[in-house]
């Protein structure tokens, strides 16, 4: 999918014609399952790191998520892939879901002999991202405005997605933090709209967990960082651990706010 169309499908109306890209040759995807319990396609690249890329809810309750951030998360087709969606929009909370979801990311992790696995998702794919290391070791979570939590005990002022909650029968994964393991490093970036407080307010403070704020953003953060012209870096700098340089595109280009005191092991700048 085009990289356009995926940043329209995530954050709103899409971008100016000066912010797209040059056309570039197709990532190649292959579809791997497609059924009522989930979607799974793959990407074989070249590199000795593997994503995980979760989907959101999508744009059209009527159809299951599409395939995201297809080249992005890829990097431009170097790096394995695979992707995810949940077509019951469970928040992995579906019988044994993560559990699967775990055992297919540890056999393509064997299968290419990879060093690195990294995850990435938007919104209840960020979600995804952030639980994915309770579950298998994951080296890097990239989560772009997650929910932290869809349990209506620990959210009860989150009036989103209630349509979707509604048919989870039991929530098995209560909030994202109980599953963010020591051994991962978290990017987290956040819009400041007051319709995500009640999300950021259960992210807890941790020394592997870098958080953002960005100023004048909703719940369209992908699109924001798409027209800011930033996203690919973004997702390119958090893969290779890169905080201060992270922290420093964002804060040139978005404005953003740092929450956290900077790794004191951060990356010596070339």
């Not at 991202?129 to 979570?141: E, N, R, S, Y």
């Not at 990239?142 to 349509?163: F, G, H, K, T, Y």
């Not at 987290?188 to 007051?194: E, K, L, Q, T, Y």
């Not at 992270?246 to 790794?263: E, G, K």
């Amino acid at each position: 999918m085009d990289e356009a169309m995926q940043a329209e499908q995530q954050g709103g109306a899409q971008a100016p014609a000066a912010a797209q890209p040059p056309a570039r040759p197709p990532v190649e995807i292959e579809l791997v399952r497609d059924d009522a319990r989930m979607r799974l396609w793959r990407h074989r690249g070249k590199s000795d790191r593997l994503v995980v890329c979760f989907s959101g809810v999508g744009r059209d309750r009527r159809q299951p998520p599409r395939l995201e951030f297809a080249r992005i998360a890829a990097q431009s087709g170097r790096d394995h892939v695979l992707y995810f969606a949940d077509p019951q929009r469970s928040w992995l909370n579906a019988p044994g879901l993560i559990e699967d979801i775990a055992a297919l990311v540890e056999a393509e992790e064997a299968r290419l002999g990879v060093a690195h696995v990294v995850a990435m998702g938007h919104s209840l794919g960020g979600f995804s991202a952030l639980v994915l290391g309770g579950f298998t070791k994951v080296d890097v979570a990239l989560a772009l405005s997650p929910q932290l939590s869809i349990d209506p005990a620990l959210v009860p002022d989150e009036p989103r997605w209630m349509m979707f909650r509604k048919h989870i029968e039991t929530i098995r994964i209560r909030q994202a933090a109980d599953h963010m393991q020591e051994t991962t490093l978290h990017y987290v970036i956040f819009g400041r709209d007051r319709r995500e407080a009640p999300q950021r307010a259960l992210l807890r403070p941790a020394p592997n967990v870098q958080s953002f704020e960005l100023p004048r953003v909703r719940h369209d953060s992908v699109m924001r960082l798409y027209q800011a012209g930033i996203l690919e870096d973004v997702v390119r700098l958090a893969f290779a651990r890169r905080t201060r340089k992270l922290r420093q595109v964002l804060q040139a280009q978005m404005r953003a706010v740092h929450l956290n005191t900077p790794l004191a092991s951060e990356e010596t700048e070339t």
